[in-house]
């Protein structure tokens, strides 16, 4: 409560302060703070640092094309442009907010990927040694995962709130992503690959709560803003393609070397497939005159890459991920039908990209997908040694068997829900100065 | 004739029902389709199963990075992105039909990578112990080659048939391309890398059968559907873009590992370097003015990495791929500066994307050079083990020498011209309907 | 002088020749040279030609992974969409000149990067055994870099100049590159890997002087062209975000095998998120109301990238690439507030793009950091293999230090700073002619 309460301090007196002192302020100060943190914290794991030659001969491993920048870096690249150009490009659809959209986008990602690099290395990667933070093309990765959570939530607020107000979102959000990361990953010891339930299930819910906070019911009055034109969807079009393309990259970056990356990118490219097929069916059939709708097109496509995330490294089988992808199409789009309408004039929720028929409901379903997945595998499908791999049955957890693992994902499912809705008591900040101060910051 | 006709049928019938039932009717019985026959056909291959292990230890596999994901999946993330931005966007010139061109890619794409996977499941990777189909990442690959033949067929009927049709158009495209996919590689033993003859030849020709078929002589009322806009075709300009900066990649994808890659990402460079200057040479040379044409800088820049296709991996040479771009770039825009007013006025042709400069001619003589490159091959340039390894002298052809290659080279042209050409009969089917409904999909 | 002499008769020459003539006439004429220099002297290297099998073997290389092919191929990509996507957009803000930044840059490009490898070639990779050069992937980023330098002064001209011209200036560009590229690596023995001296500083000071010479004084009345509109600020976006995305590769691209490329990577991932928060913070404090500038978004977040550049792969400690992020963000952004309209008005500079604010100080900046860098190196940092790897002490140098190797790349930034400001002298050309056709080029 003290965390929402200072949070709810923090919006207002923004607002109530010229935003020509207190964006240029908030920018400079906190990225000095992150000069000196990561001057303290952050050096460069034994992969990036030049001592790699003698690391490579007293490991014994033979060859440059070991380092695992060579396994990750392409999917990191993959994933970056998903983060900048796939999430920015994503909400240009609006035809007064395209530039904002974008530019909003690209500041709170590279703020949050600096603070993303802090708390996630402090809880996975701090090196008790000498405690420092070694960082590597893996924790790169995992920085834009964390990213994304953030981006998702905006999603849910876009153009509704200021530059100043989305720094802080992200400062809050980085930091309870790496805590219930940490407790899903490491505590409950789930396993969470492309992120169903770290990034997008707690990205979503953590965006509706402040979308809550922040009702305004005179919102119809803007409406002029909130249309989109043609050039502006086409745009919003780029933003899902590489969403669209580049998802078997986010589901596979950080798994298991060799087949686990294999396995999860197939997964992945399948149950997308799928999911355009059923979304494109219940556009037609639910609008009028079997026209298509954009909005759909845009967003729905794109559920059966969140829906897989947990299960992508698991044997799901080519034809489990396109019923995943073949469902999440269908219960996505039906959300954009009726849900989304239904939760702004009964729970006053205004979710303006529509996160929970695209990250929410997928999400969730995702976690489910995986506690079932992983509840029915067997060594003869996985091998024992493959069952060890995949499942990490290792030091604490070597006793683990399939169906526990089960249960474990299942809590960590709901660890990810309890965290996106922790921040619900309702706030009620009236957000018109800042809603109009934000959408002159581009004029 | 039967298929022929059945498929007049078809469309007939499509045009006659709603399209609100139709169009979702079709995604989800077909989508049904693909999970039972996923189910009951295909599974992971070696490298993607938990199992990879244990056969790395058997086959004494010294690392995971030689799992083949890590050779192919960059370059399959590039023809990724060629598929779905760089076609999707290069259609999207027409003013009022930027939208339906990325969307109606991006449906049987979607549609066609999932047939695909099966027909050339069923061709090239069935599994005779078990009767499955094992994928990897070079069937994704593979899948999105298949794909991109469909897709050059569309360019041909561009606003002119409906989303059903166009998914019919790749059910049956799939599959005479895996059927002549099949010949062409395994039955005639061409070599064809980059798809020259597979997918260009094959699609062009395809897709201009299909357009003879639908003509439709008052084209003309609707003029103004076909203008471009200015924006519309600097959005076209980022699918010529991605084609021309990931072709490399295209034709490097399924070459083999070492210096095939390396060789063919070298030879595709050069040649589209070359096409660029003799494209602007031959565009300012014949329109008024010496203005530039934005159709041919669209189209006619990316003729050269179409024709080196097939002869990419083999001793081509940097001057010889700078020949050939240098004469692909000439040929494919005095195509559009002449060819295609002359097909739609004498032949009743229309070709609304000119896919037969673009693809059909250029795909035609990088087979013609395929086989004048294969049949000049001799051991002092390729070296002993070069030779076998490039034209896979191996098995039953471990007798073949590089002149016959030459001729089964040439053989295989005229297999993907006759399967291209094979639908030809006229329908003369009146597409009015389906036409008004395809633009009015997306509103 | 003798030169520049030939250089302004050109440009003359070319604006009384009906561009209908010159233009086809340059590029058919280059391109076929082109293929006879090819054809006298470039060829594949060991690890593209057929006979890497027997190389292998020779060499005791263990598997196919080992080509340099799979090092590098998926960063050469990159590269190549950040010259052709990236700088291509980045110049399309403006509102009647966006095709043809795009299509110019298109055009000068396909040209230099084939005089590249030429030029290169015959410094850096000619076999003297055969004289023949031999190319492969690093040749091919190589030339795209060399490229690079070409398209940044391109920046400083945008608009006011023909095709021809441009032509003209990127033959004497690439020419000028190679040697000074020759000086500085391999006289000097100067390290740039993401090249901040001899790409950056080189490029917008040869950008520059030729803006000087071309300087037009009514440049005014024409203000109606230089204006930007929504949707043309928007593509300029996408240029903006392609370049920050994939600067990490880029800086990474080139340099040693292992940590070299992994270090690099990280260190320019840092310093760009830093630059985009200082940017935002000074656009914001210096524009009225608090209001962000476009302008400011779509350059100065790049700058980070620029200044990292020589030292990326040096050890610079994360919060050393922050520090640089941080300075360069805010001196380019005022660079665009106060410097410009300064250089404009008092200097006769008009800088188009204002490479000055994103090239030019950043890239002088670079230099310096990287001479510190290199001059603070010691051997409990680096490890002694570590040093001898990243400086190079090798062969010639095996007996250099770091504090020398500091003073040899500042050796170096003079050199890049002298070539790129030999073309100073004034020619006061009368371009008016060469910019109207070259607007009307694309109606």
């Known amino acids: 409560m003290g965390c929402v309460q200072s949070f709810r301090e923090l919006c207002d007196r923004q607002k109530n302060t010229n935003v020509r002192k207190s964006l240029p302020a908030v920018c400079i100060v906190w990225q000095t703070a992150m000069i000196i943190l990561f001057g303290v914290f952050i050096r460069y794991n034994e992969e990036a640092d030049p001592h790699w030659v003698e690391h490579r001969h007293t490991n014994n491993i033979s060859s440059d094309i070991e380092n695992d920048f060579y396994y990750r870096y392409p ?8 983060i900048f150009v796939g999430f920015g490009f994503l909400m240009t659809f609006l035809k007064r907010y395209s530039f904002g959209a974008v530019g909003f986008n690209f500041l709170i990602a590279a703020f949050g990927l600096q603070w993303a690099l802090l708390m996630q290395g402090w809880f996975h990667s701090l090196d008790y040694t000498d405690g420092k933070i070694k960082i590597g093309v893996e924790s790169m990765i995992n920085a834009d995962f964390c990213v994304a959570g953030c981006l998702i ?66 919102l119809d009055q803007s409406d002029r803003l909130h249309g ?19 998802w078997p990259s986010l589901n596979s970056a950080i798994t298991d070397h060799g087949d686990g990356q294999h396995r999860a990118a197939i997964n ?57 992808g073949f469902c999440c199409g269908i219960i996505s789009t039906l959300g954009y039908v009726y849900l989304t309408p239904f939760m702004e004039k009964y729970l006053k929720i205004q979710d303006m990209c529509g996160i929970h028929n695209l990250h929410a409901m997928p999400g969730v379903i995702g976690g489910i997908v995986g506690a079932i997945t992983a509840a029915s595998a067997t060594e003869s499908v996985y091998g024992v040694e493959g069952l060890i791999n995949t499942f990490d049955f290792e030091k604490d957890f070597k006793d683990m068997v399939p169906s526990r693992q089960g249960g474990h994902q299942a809590a960590g499912l709901c660890v990810a829900l309890c965290f996106g809705l922790s921040l619900q008591p309702p706030l009620n900040v009236t957000t018109e100065k800042a809603h109009e101060s934000c959408f002159n910051v581009y004029s």
Not at 186 to 214: E, K, P, Q
Not at 228 to 246: E, K, Q, R
Request: charged share 10%; net charge negative; no cysteine.
């Open 268 to 324: 992945t490219y399948l149950a997308l497939a799928a999911t355009v097929l059923t979304t494109v069916a219940i556009s037609s059939l639910f609008q009028k005159h079997g026209k298509l709708d954009m909005v759909h097109i845009q967003n729905s496509t794109l559920a059966g890459g969140v829906a897989v995330g947990t299960a992508a490294e698991f044997m799901l089988m080519p034809y489990g991920a396109l019923i995943v």
């Open 75 to 82: 999917s990191f690249q993959d994933v970056h442009v998903m």
């Open 153 to 218: 939530a905006y999603g849910a607020v876009l153009g509704k709130v200021s530059a100043v107000q989305l720094l802080v979102m992200t400062l809050f959000g980085v930091t309870l992503f790496a805590v219930e990361e940490y407790i899903i990953l490491n505590v409950v010891h789930a396993r969470d690959a492309g992120g169903s339930m770290v990034i997008h299930t707690f990205g979503a819910y953590y965006g509706l709560s402040i979308s809550w906070m922040l009702y305004r019911p005179n």
């Open 228 to 246: 989109s034109v043609y050039h502006s969807d086409v745009f919003a079009m780029i933003g899902t393609l590489f969403l669209w393309m580049f």
